[in-house]
Nanobody, 125 residues
Framework: QVQLVESGGGLVQAGGSLRLSCAASGRTFSIYGMGWFRQVPGKDREFVAS????????IYADSVKGRFTISRDSAKITAYLQMNSLKPEDTAVYYCAGSPRAFYRPRFEQHYDYWGQGTQVTVSS
């Protein structure tokens, strides 16, 4: 099994920045990709960004492209989500996820088997 622990959420004013971290432990060799998703009450969880663990290729949702950057530190087995130019509509609980599938679809949450507990991000206007 793989355990994921997020940190870095909080309250920030619009236009500000936050960096989320996701530390992985356990059978981390089984991870092919890491993703970030977010969810607001009453809505489905939505894809934010994903990174291929070995090659480092990235994919972003259109709503965050150019503002958010996903990265990973292989030595620390940690994924990051740098969020700049934050908007009130970015307010959500952010979850990191890990996929053990060699041919996972990055935007497809069902392809992620490992999930963190979530961290709240609140952007005030």
């Amino acid at each position: 099994q793989v355990q994921l622990v997020e940190s870095g959420g909080g309250l920030v004013q619009a236009g500000g920045s936050l960096r989320l971290s996701c530390a992985a432990s356990g059978r981390t060799f089984s991870i092919y990709g890491m993703g970030w998703f977010r969810q607001v009450p009453g809505k489905d969880r939505e894809f934010v960004a994903s990174i291929n663990w070995s090659g480092g290729s990235t994919i972003y949702a259109d709503s965050v492209k150019g503002r958010f950057t996903i990265s990973r530190d292989s030595a620390k087995i940690t994924a990051y989500l740098q969020m700049n130019s934050l908007k009130p509509e970015d307010t959500a609980v952010y979850y990191c996820a890990g996929s053990p599938r060699a041919f996972y679809r990055p935007r497809f949450e069902q392809h992620y088997d490992y999930w963190g507990q979530g961290t709240q991000v609140t952007v005030s206007s």
